[in-house]
């Protein structure tokens, strides 16, 4: 009885902290289950995360329009819990925001997941830019997510676009 309650609590502690950004797999350390347990514990809470990245950004587009978004993404802050990240981790985080774009309710566009994406790799310590590109002729517009000079997600061939700012 006392270890349910006990469990229980810790795990409450665990959403806070997730929702608060500062989730990290060192919090769980004291808790008596298989690492394949933890491994799908922070899956999920990056999941939801995400999700909720995706429905915020979405809310700021219809409420404020692409300049709520862009000061949004401009002013998110790179968390320093982790100061060094591998490509694999990046990797995880990217498939993860592509999990949380096909469950989401609404189709996403670019612009929606680019920014949505961003903050989710800024709040996890990876420092990630938004690009908006265009094409002159057609006329096409288009968002991406880079990494120092690595596409992460978006654009296969970013020579084609001229840029028009990174944020």
């Not at 006329?139 to 001229?162: C, I, P, S, Y």
């Amino acid at each position: 009885m006392y270890r349910a309650s006990a469990l229980r609590l810790t795990w409450r502690y665990l959403l806070r902290r997730c929702v608060r950004r500062d989730f990290a797999l060192r919090d769980v350390t004291d808790l008596r289950v298989s690492k394949a347990w933890l491994g799908m514990f922070r899956w999920v809470a990056d999941l939801c995360c995400a999700y909720a990245l995706l429905a915020f950004v979405h809310l700021n587009l219809r409420v404020g329009g692409f300049p709520r978004v862009y000061q949004l993404v401009r002013r998110w802050p790179t968390s320093q819990a982790a100061t060094t990240f591998s490509r694999t981790e990046v990797d995880r985080l990217v498939s993860i925001m592509d999990h949380a774009t096909a469950l989401y309710f609404t189709g996403c566009r670019c612009l929606q997941y680019s920014a949505a994406a961003v903050c989710f790799l800024r709040s996890r310590g990876v420092p990630a830019t938004c690009v908006l590109g265009v094409v002159a002729r057609p006329f096409f517009a288009h968002a991406w997510v880079e990494l120092g000079e690595n596409v992460l997600v978006g654009v296969t061939d970013k020579r084609k676009f001229v840029v028009l700012d990174r944020f």
